[in-house]
């Protein structure tokens, strides 16, 4: 059977919750647009990332298309999200809590407010939390904003378009919080357990190999200590550019390996020669692993600036 989509209309309900509160076409995203833009062509990352404006008009152009991207991906592999929740017999199930590591941009935040929204859903109340060096606060709070609360309609909106005028999710159905913190410095079990240890999911969109471009023995220890953290059954969701573009140099430039295998290394171990009794020291199961998908732009979404499909590799473990 063909997966299950996200409908065209719902897509364009996402990218409206970015234009209506990050305003992509005003006057002065365009120059504001330009400097970004030169400040990523020369990997000047504390440049592109240290002004409020840069951040809204970077969340406003590049955000949107990964935010459809990401609700897809959710979507495709909530089934396997769903197999790490921890049995609850309570009548009130709790949220489902997340946590988003370099997410302060804003596509992880409307993509599972759109993924909660499903009719189906298998967690329609959320807990998220976002994690990012950069300020993100302004941003993710005028997303969550314009998530929780009916869209602006025009004036002359007919009666029967007011009286259908809801938000994508209520707020009681949404909490977030931005936390502006370099993931690799959060180094004290006190910290840790706050920030890792209780999480159903936590997510890595686009930030693994960041991380590991900036220091790779800080990324292992904060992999490590995740994994120190996390309770049995929670979910690790990283997604990254494909294979080829995703190698990091070790020892100066002597070798380089795939940023999969050192997550499978650091994550699973090494390939076991004889299995003689080194199963228990296994602290994640692989439950996916894909080095090449596309997510397509339906026809029809209406957007100020131009989308773009998104290719990716997808890798999924449980604790």
């Known amino acids: 059977p063909a997966p299950p989509t996200v409908s065209t209309e719902l897509q364009q ?21 330009q400097e970004v833009k030169g400040h990523l062509f020369n990997r000047d990352f504390a440049a592109a990332f240290g002004k409020e ?15 459809l991207g990401y609700t897809q991906i959710l979507l495709d592999v909530q089934d396997l999200i769903a197999s790490g929740k921890s049995d609850v017999d309570d009548d009130e199930e709790p949220p489902f809590r997340v946590l988003c590591i370099g997410g302060g941009a804003g596509a992880e935040l409307v993509a599972l407010a ?32 314009a998530v929780t609360n009916a869209p602006p309609l025009s004036q002359y909106a007919s009666a029967a378009a007011k009286e259908a005028n809801e938000p994508l999710l209520l707020p009681d ?35 693994l190999n960041e991380l590991y471009s900036t220091s790779l023995a800080k990324t292992q220890q904060m992999l490590a200590r995740v994994t120190a953290s996390c309770r049995p059954g929670t979910i690790l969701l990283v997604v990254d550019s494909p294979g080829s573009y995703s190698t990091v140099s070790m020892n100066g430039a002597e070798k380089k390996y795939p940023m999969q295998w050192l997550l499978d290394f650091t994550l699973i171990g090494p390939p076991k020669k004889d299995l003689g009794g080194a199963e228990g020291s296994v602290k ?8 090449s998908r596309w997510y397509r732009l339906p026809p029809g979404l209406k957007y100020p600036i131009e989308l773009e499909n998104m290719r990716y590799q997808i890798h999924i473990y449980r604790r």
């Open 13 to 33: 309900k996402s990218l409206n919750i970015f234009r209506d509160a990050l305003d992509p076409s005003s006057e002065d995203s365009n120059t504001t647009l």
């Open 114 to 145: 759109t993924w909660a929204s499903l009719e189906d859903t298998p967690f329609p109340r959320l807990q998220a939390k976002f994690l990012d060096i950069a300020a993100w606060g302004p941003v993710v709070t005028a997303l969550h904003d």
């Open 284 to 291: 994640w199961e692989k439950l996916l692993e894909d080095e």
């Open 53 to 67: 404006e840069y951040l809204r008009v970077y969340a406003g152009r590049w955000s949107p298309s990964r935010a």
């Open 173 to 207: 159905a949404f909490k977030v919080t931005f936390q502006q913190q370099d993931a690799l410095e959060i180094t004290d079990n006190k910290h840790c357990q706050q920030f890792f240890g209780s999480n159903d999911l936590i997510t890595m969109m686009f930030t």
